[in-house]
């Protein structure tokens, strides 16, 4: 079993950052695909991004490309999500999700963490 506990989230403007991170347990973590999705109010939830085991490959879905990394350290079991030059539309839920099956990008992912709000002001 792997737990995932995001962090991180916040109000920001416009035009700024944040840097969310994902802390899991269990000794599998190097093994896992790591993936980051949001959920907007009203709206289904999105895959955001995606990064290999070794973190040698990432993903992106076009809306973030340029603005999101993905990156991970194995050796602190976290998989972090730096946001630049954030828009209003990036607000949403974001979940941290593992999954075993090594494929980088979307996709049903194993396991799910709790989410954590993300909110950009115009």
């Known amino acids: 079993q792997v737990q995932l506990v995001e962090s991180g989230g916040g109000l920001v403007q416009a035009g700024g950052s944040l840097r969310l991170s994902c802390a899991a347990s269990g000794r599998t973590f190097s093994s896992l695909v790591m993936g980051w999705f949001r959920q907007a109010p009203g709206k289904e939830r999105e895959f955001v991004s995606a990064i290999s085991p070794s973190g040698g490959r990432t993903f992106y879905t076009d809306s973030v490309k340029g603005r999101f990394t993905i990156s991970r350290d194995n050796a602190k079991n976290t998989v972090y999500l730096q946001m630049n030059s954030l828009k209003p539309e990036d607000t949403a839920v974001y979940y941290c999700?593992?999954?075993?099956?090594?494929?980088?990008?979307?996709?049903?992912?194993?396991?799910w963490g709790q989410g954590t709000q993300v909110t950009v002001s115009s």
């Open positions: 999700a593992a999954r075993r099956l090594i494929i980088i990008g979307p996709g049903p992912y194993d396991y």
